[in-house]
C-alpha cells in the first residue's frame, strides 16, 4: 500500500469535517488533535525505543502554563511564547532525563510517575500559577490577522500540527536515525557495537517525545484559554499512554487512532451510562478499564498492526545502486601487526574465563580461535569488540589501547562483529538491518531525518546495504522481515551488516553454524574475497573442516588458556589439542 | 521534637511500614512469577477494610455479589472450553471453586451480617471474599496476555485498577469506613504508649513473612513458584504450568492484601481508593529491593515508613510528593549498582 494514500484521505476528510459537523464534534476533533500530538511521542518513546513515560502530561502542563503566564501577565504574543514554551520543556526535559533515563526497565516507569506527580504539585502550589484554581484569560491565537478564536478557528491549526508532527515522526522511523531509535528496544550491545550512542539516542528521542507534548501544552493553553493543573495529572499521563497502545504503540498512525478511541470511547460512555444505568453514575471508569483489557485481548500490540495485517503486502522498489558509495577507510599496510594481545584476563567472580592469553595478528590475516564449548571464546571475542573490559592485561589495536575501549570505540576504529546467538532486528526488513551497520559512515541527525533533508545520504547507504545483501546471496530478500528468514540466512545478514561498516578487523563468531555444506563453501569463498581486498577476519568456529581449509592460523583454547597455536595442518596434530577435544585417557 | 514525640511517630513509622512490607511482598511475588507489575493490589486491601466494616454495620457488602459474578463469569469461560475440548475432567474442581465457594462465602456473610459482634466471623467472611479474587483476575485479565511484553501486562494493570476502585465507589460510596476488631487496649512502656492494634499489626506481618518464607523455602508449590520466577520456559518443561503459578501468586497477592486491609480498617478511616496510594508505597518498598530481593524490600518498606511519618509531622501537605520525590535518588542508586548489560527480551 502506498503509505501516502491513508494520510491524503485522512487530509481530505479532516479539510472537509468541519463543513458537516456540530461545534461540540469540532471541539471533541480538537481534543483528538491535542492527544495525538502526546500519544506521538510516546509511539516513539515507548512503541519504538522501549522506554516507559507515565509523565508526559507533566510537559503539557509546563508549555501550558509557560505560555498562559506569559501572555496574560506579560502580555506577550503566543506566537513568541511558543518557542518560550519549547525552550523552557525541552531543557527541563534534558535535565529530567539526564537523571531519569539512566534509569533501566521497570525503575523507569515509576522514574516518571514520581517527577509526573512533584510537577503536578509544584503547578498546584506554585503563587504565580495561581495555585489549584489556575490561570484565565488567555488570549487567542492570531495567525496574519485572523483571529483564531473559536474551535471551529482553531482547529485547522491544531490538525496541521498534528499531520505535521505525524509526517515528521514517521519520517523520522524511516532512516538512520530510526534504525537506530528501533535498536534501543533490547538491542543496545548490537547498536553500541555498531557505534550507535544508545545513551545520547535516548536523551534525544525523550526530548523530541517532550517538546511535541510541550507543543500540544501551547494549543491546549490557548484553545480553552484556561489552564488549572487538574489536565495535567498522574491520570493525564496514564491516558496518554494507553493511547499509544491502544492504537498501536508501534506504528505512527497508532497515536492519532488511539486517541481518536479514548476521547470518543470516554464521551460515548458519558453519555450512554447515565442512560443506561440511571441509578448510578460511576460506572464510567469500570467500563473504561474493562473496555481496555478488552481492546488488549483482542489485539495486544495495538490496533494499527491488526489493520496492516489485513491489508495487502506490496514490497518496495529495489534501492537504486546509481548513486555514489559511502567513504571507505583506509585499510592498514598488509602484513603489519593488527592486533596483539598481551596476558589478557576476564573473571567473573570465581570463574577465570579467559586466563593470560597472548597472540599476535598480522593484517590481512584470517585467523581462528577455536576451543572446546566453555574453553573463553567467546569472551576472548567480548574483550577484543569492546563489549567486555579486560579484568588484566593488555590489548592493541594498530598500536592503540583497546582492552578498556566500549564497544562503539572500538567500532570507529572498524573493530565490527557479529554474534553467537544471532542479534538481528527481527521486525525490519533484511535491507533496514544491514543499514544499520552503516551507521558510523554516515552523519545525518534526527532533525534531518525529520524534515526529509537526507535523502541523498539515505539513498548511499541503502545502495551499500544492497551491495552487500547481494554479495551474500540475500539480494532479493531485501524487504522481508529479516525475522522470517532461516537461521543460516540470518548469520548471513549478520556478515552483511558489519560488511556494512566497511571494517577493517571483522570478527565473526561462529559464522558456519547453521549453515548447509555448499553455504559454507559460498561463505569461504566471500570471506577469502574479504581478506584479498585487505579485511583482516578473526573467527571463532566450531566447524573444524570449515576452518581447516580456510584459515591461515589456529589458535586453541582450553578451560581460559591457550593450549595450542599454529597453522591448521600444526594444530590437528597436537597432542594437547586432541586431547582437549577427544577426552584425555587417564 | 522531643522524645516522646519522635518515639511516637518512630511507633507510626515501624507499623506503617510493617503494612508497606506485606505489600512490598505480595508485589514482589507476582512480579517475579508473571512479570505483571500488579497496581490493582491496593484495592484488595480497601475491599477487605471496607467489607470488614460493612458487615460490622450488619449489611452485607457489594463485594460479595461481585465474587458471585466474576466466579460465574470464569465458570461459563472455562466451562466453554471444556466443552470444545471435551475435556471435563477439571469441571468438579471449576465448579467448586467458581461457583459453590462464592455462594458459600455468600451464605456466610449473610449470616454474619446478622451477627455484628462477632469478629471472627466477620474476619474469616472478608477473607473469604477477598482472597477468591487473585486467581479470577488473573484467569479473566492475565492469563490470556500471559506471553505478552511488561508494557501491555502493565497497562492492563491500570485498567484493572480503575475497574475495582470504580467498583469500589459503586459498593462502598464516598464516604470512609472504620472498624473496630479488638477492644482499643493500649499499655505505656516508659513514655511511649502502644496500642494493641499496633502490635497486632507488627506481629502479624513478621508471622506472615515467617510463613510465607516457609512456603517458598519448604513446599512444593512454593517451590515451583520460586522455579517460574527464575526461568519461565524452564519450569514449564519440568511440569509447572504458566496457568498455574500465575494463579497461585495471585491467590497470595490477594491474601496478603486482604490481611493487610483487615489489620489498618481499625487503626485508619478507609475509602475506597485508600489503597492505591497505600500499594504505591509498597511499590516503592518493592523497588528499593529492586523488585527482587524480599530482605531489601522490607527494609525499603520500612525506610518509606519513617519518610513518612516524620515528613507529615514536617510538612504534612508535601508528604506525598516527598516520598515520591526522594525515590529517585534511590532508584538512580539501584540501577546504577546494577549490571550495565540487561538481559534482553525478545520481541
Known amino acids: ?100 533515563l539512566r534509569l533501566s526497565g521497570h525503575y523507569l516507569p515509576l522514574g516518571t510517575i514520581a517527577w509526573g506527580i512533584a510537577i503536578f504539585y509544584l503547578f498546584g502550589n506554585l503563587e504565580i500559577l495561581g495555585k489549584y484554581s489556575g490561570v484565565a484569560g488567555i488570549p487567542s491565537i492570531n495567525l496574519f490577522g485572523l483571529e483564531l478564536g473559536g474551535a471551529r478557528e482553531l482547529y485547522y491549526l491544531i490538525w496541521l500540527m498534528t499531520i505535521g508532527a505525524s509526517i515528521a515522526v514517521r519520517n523520522l522511523l524511516d532512516s538512520r536515525s530510526g534504525r537506530a531509535i528501533r535498536a534501543l528496544k533490547n538491542r543496545v ?15 534525544v528521542i525523550f526530548l523530541y517525545a517532550a517538546l511535541l507534548a510541550a507543543l500540544s501544552g501551547w494549543l491546549y493553553a490557548h484553545f480553552l484559554r484556561y489552564v488549572s493543573p487538574q489536565p495535567f495529572n498522574l491520570n493525564s499521563g496514564i491516558d496518554y499512554l494507553f493511547m499509544a497502545v491502544i492504537g498501536g504503540s508501534g506504528a505512527v498512525w497508532g497515536a492519532v487512532l488511539g486517541a481518536s478511541i479514548l476521547t470518543l470511547l470516554k464521551e460515548w460512555l458519558k453519555d450512554l451510562l447515565p442512560y443506561l444505568m440511571p441509578q448510578s453514575g460511576n460506572y464510567e471508569t469500570v467500563v473504561f478499564g474493562f473496555m481496555v483489557v478488552l481492546f488488549l485481548h483482542r489485539t495486544r500490540e495495538g490496533v494499527i498492526p491488526y489493520l496492516t495485517r489485513l491489508m495487502p503486502r506490496k514490497d518496495k522498489p529495489r534501492p537504486s545502486l546509481e548513486v555514489a558509495a559511502l567513504p571507505r577507510r583506509a585499510q592498514p599496510e598488509a602484513g603489519g601487526t593488527l592486533l596483539s594481545i598481551d596476558q589478557a584476563s576476564k573473571s567473573f567472580g570465581a570463574l577465570q574465563a579467559v586466563s593470560n592469553v597472548s597472540f599476535e595478528m598480522r593484517s590481512d590475516e584470517i585467523l581462528a580461535v577455536i576451543g572446546p564449548n566453555g574453553a573463553g571464546k567467546s569472551t576472548l571475542f567480548n574483550l577484543v569488540s569492546g563489549v567486555l573490559p579486560v579484568s588484566s592485561g593488555r590489548i592493541s589495536f ?186 584425555g585417557i587417564e | 521534637m522531643n522524645l516522646s514525640l519522635a518515639l511516637w511517630l518512630t511507633q507510626d513509622a515501624v507499623v506503617n511500614g510493617a503494612v508497606y512490607a506485606l505489600l512490598a511482598l505480595a508485589l514482589i511475588v507476582v512480579y517475579t512469577v508473571t512479570r505483571v507489575i500488579f497496581v490493582p493490589q491496593g484495592e ?107 508494557l501491555v501486562l502493565l497497562i492492563v494493570s491500570v485498567a484493572v485498577h480503575y475497574m475495582m476502585v470504580g467498583l469500589g465507589l459503586v459498593f462502598f460510596g464516598g464516604e470512609g469506613l472504620r472498624a473496630s476488631i479488638f477492644p482499643g487496649f493500649n499499655f505505656d512502656v516508659g513514655i511511649l504508649t502502644i496500642s494493641l492494634q499496633s502490635i497486632g499489626i507488627v506481629l502479624s506481618s513478621v508471622v506472615l513473612m515467617v510463613v510465607l518464607w516457609l512456603y517458598f523455602g519448604y513446599t512444593v508449590y512454593g517451590k515451583a513458584l520460586r522455579a517460574t520466577a527464575m526461568n519461565r520456559i524452564g519450569s514449564r518443561l519440568v511440569g509447572i504450568s504458566t496457568e498455574f503459578s500465575g494463579k497461585l501468586s ?95 527480551e525478545e520481541e
Open chain 1, 1 to 100: 500500500m502506498n503509505p501516502w494514500l491513508p494520510v491524503g484521505g485522512l487530509v481530505a476528510v479532516l479539510l472537509a469535517a468541519p463543513l458537516a459537523l456540530s461545534e461540540f464534534q469540532i471541539v471533541l476533533l480538537n481534543y483528538i488533535g491535542l492527544a495525538s500530538i502526546v500519544a506521538l511521542g510516546l509511539v516513539l518513546l515507548t512503541g519504538i525505543a522501549g522506554l516507559m513515560s507515565f509523565g508526559q502530561a507533566a510537559f503539557v502542563g509546563v508549555a501550558a502554563y509557560t505560555s498562559a503566564v506569559l501572555t496574560t501577565q506579560y502580555n506577550m504574543s503566543p506566537w513568541l511564547t511558543l518557542p518560550v514554551a519549547l525552550v523552557l520543556t525541552g531543557t527541563l526535559a534534558l535535565a529530567i532525563g539526564a537523571i531519569t
Open chain 1, 189 to 203: 550491545t548490537m547498536a553500541e557495537s555498531f557505534g550507535i550512542d544508545t545513551a545520547r539516542m535516548k536523551i
Open chain 1, 398 to 583: 594498530l598500536d592503540q589501547r583497546i582492552d578498556r575501549m566500549t564497544g562503539r570505540e572500538a567500532a570507529r576504529l572498524g573493530i565490527v562483529r557479529t554474534f553467537q546467538h544471532v542479534n538481528l532486528m527481527k521486525n525490519m526488513s533484511v535491507l533496514e538491518n544491514v543499514a544499520l551497520g552503516a551507521h558510523l559512515r554516515s552523519s545525518s541527525g534526527v532533525v534531518a531525518s525529520s524534515l526529509r533533508l537526507e535523502r541523498a545520504e539515505e539513498a548511499r547507504i541503502m545502495a551499500e546495504a544492497a551491495r552487500q545483501l547481494d554479495r551474500i546471496g540475500l539480494g532479493d530478500r531485501l524487504h522481508d522481515p529479516a525475522g522470517t528468514l532461516p537461521l543460516g540466512a540470518q548469520r548471513l545478514i549478520e556478515i552483511a551488516r558489519a560488511l556494512a561498516a566497511d571494517p577493517v578487523l571483522l570478527l565473526l563468531d561462529e559464522p558456519a553454524a547453521g549453515l548447509r555444506h555448499l553455504e559454507k563453501k559460498a561463505l569461504a569463498a566471500l570471506l577469502n574475497d574479504l581478506r584479498k581486498s585487505g579485511v583482516s577476519i578473526l573467527l571463532v568456529e566450531h566447524d573444524m573442516e570449515f576452518v581447516m581449509g580456510l584459515v591461515d592460523r589456529v589458535i586453541v583454547l582450553n578451560f581460559g588458556q591457550k593450549i595450542a597455536e599454529g597453522t591448521p595442518r600444526e594444530v590437528q596434530s597436537n597432542p594437547a589439542v586432541i586431547d582437549a577435544y577427544l577426552g
Open chain 2, 44 to 150: 484488595f486491601i480497601s475491599f477487605a477494610a471496607l467489607s470488614l466494616a460493612t458487615l460490622q454495620n450488619g449489611k452485607v457488602p457489594g463485594t460479595v455479589h461481585l465474587l458471585i459474578a466474576t466466579g460465574l463469569v470464569v465458570a461459563v469461560l472455562d466451562g466453554w472450553r471444556m466443552a470444545k475440548t471435551r475435556d471435563f475432567s477439571r469441571l468438579p474442581r471449576l465448579v467448586l471453586f467458581n461457583i459453590a465457594l462464592p455462594l458459600a462465602v455468600a451464605a456466610l456473610a449473610w449470616w454474619s451480617a446478622s451477627r455484628p459482634t462477632d469478629v471472627w466471623l466477620q474476619v474469616l467472611v472478608t477473607l473469604g471474599i477477598v482472597i477468591p479474587f487473585g486467581s479470577m483476575i488473573y484467569r479473566l485479565a492475565y492469563q490470556p496476555l500471559a506471553s505478552a511484553s511488561i
Open chain 2, 250 to 344: 495471585f491467590t497470595l497477592a490477594a491474601l496478603i492484601g486482604a490481611i493487610s486491609g483487615i489489620l489498618i480498617a481499625p487503626i485508619t478511616t478507609v475509602y475506597y481508593d485508600t489503597g492505591f496510594l497505600i500499594a504505591l508505597k509498597g511499590f516503592v518498598g518493592a523497588i528499593i529491593g529492586g523488585m527482587g530481593s524480599y530482605p531489601i524490600a522490607a527494609v525499603g518498606s520500612l525506610l518509606v515508613g519513617f519518610l513518612e511519618s516524620y515528613s507529615s509531622f514536617w510538612a504534612s501537605s508535601f508528604k506525598e510528593s516527598i516520598i515520591f520525590t526522594l525515590i529517585i535518588p534511590v532508584l538512580l542508586w539501584r540501577s546504577l549498582g546494577k549490571h550495565r548489560i540487561e538481559e534482553e
